[in-house]
């Protein structure tokens, strides 16, 4: 692996640690924008680091890779949904599933 595709990998974990950190919502006008605008900074970090890595990445493990970029990314559009409508139940609802594939992601990328 390269220095480049190795910095794309830290800058993936370190995001995906990022978003598993973060705490109860509380339902006020700053958090909301606060989340909303973490949230699509670390998915635009994210899906340029994915794009590296997954370039750079073997044959056989661009599939992979691909299929777990994929839903990350269809997770992470239904969670900022979620807080652009502002639903408390909705958003850990939608933040559990990313948690789900964010695990993933911290497991595939040592």
């Not at 949904?81 to 948690?99: C, D, W």
């Amino acid at each position: 692996m390269d220095v480049r595709s190795r910095g794309s990998v830290n800058r993936i974990k370190k995001c995906a640690f990022d978003l598993l950190s973060i705490g109860d919502m509380s339902d006020d006008e700053n958090s909301w924008d606060l989340m909303g605008k973490d949230l699509r900074l670390k998915s635009m970090f994210l899906y340029c680091d994915f794009s590296q890595v997954i370039s750079n990445a073997p044959e056989e493990q661009k599939k992979t890779l691909s299929d777990l970029a994929n839903r990350l990314f269809h997770y992470m559009e239904e969670l900022d949904h979620a807080v652009k409508i502002r639903s408390i139940p909705l958003t850990q609802n939608r933040y559990n599933e990313a948690a789900h594939v964010l695990q993933e992601v911290m497991a595939i990328m040592l």
